[in-house]
């Protein structure tokens, strides 16, 4: 079996997620993490952006109205990430986060980004980044990139906030 290499400008485009209410939901990534509404789809759906793109989240209740939230060790997504321009812009969103009361469940800096996580309504975990220019990450002696966990000082990232 012969390998396949992804293209260079391959991205992950939006993530879709199932959700128990919908709009409590839109609420969230939308009253809370900024991302503008672009349309329902009916009262079961809808689609969400930054800077007016047809959608970088989907959010649908067509199997999951109403229900729990999957178990924490049952297979499925661990988290969506969502990159933010710049280090500026990830403090402002951590101004807004704790503004509305939002807990966070981690926050880390891992050389080559500096990242906040949380949950939302349905228990999705949430990743909110920004990476550091490519020049600047850590590398080894060989030239390997070398990431790691450390604790991120949210004290000095709200000091960037407007």
């Known amino acids: 079996?012969?390998?396949?290499?992804?293209?260079?400008?391959a991205r992950v485009g939006h993530v879709h997620l199932k959700v128990s209410d919908l709009d409590r939901a839109i609420a969230f990534y939308g009253d809370?993490?900024?991302?503008?509404?672009?349309?329902?789809y009916g009262a079961k759906a809808a689609f969400l952006s930054a800077g007016g793109?047809?959608?970088?989240i989907g959010l649908n209740t067509w199997h999951s109205e109403g229900s729990e939230p999957a178990p924490e060790h049952y297979p499925g997504l661990f988290h969506?990430?969502?990159?933010?321009p710049t280090r500026r812009d990830l403090a402002n969103?951590?101004?807004q986060l704790r503004a509305k009361g939002v807990a966070l469940d981690g926050a880390s800096?891992?050389?080559?980004?500096?990242?906040?996580y949380l949950?939302?309504?349905?228990?999705?975990?949430?990743?909110?980044?920004w990476d550091r220019p490519q020049a600047d990450w850590p590398r080894d002696e060989a030239g390997?990139?070398?990431m790691f966990t450390r604790r991120l000082d949210l004290d000095a990232l709200l000091a960037e906030a407007d």
Do not use: I
């Open 93 to 95: 969103v951590l101004k």
């Open 119 to 129: 949950r939302d309504p349905d228990g999705n975990g949430v990743e909110l980044y």
């Open 144 to 146: 390997d990139l070398v």
């Open 1 to 9: 079996m012969t390998s396949c290499t992804a293209p260079a400008g």
């Open 53 to 56: 793109y047809h959608h970088h």
């Open 32 to 40: 809370v993490l900024g991302f503008e509404l672009q349309q329902r």
């Open 109 to 116: 800096d891992h050389g080559v980004s500096e990242a906040l």
């Open 80 to 84: 969506s990430a969502f990159l933010y």
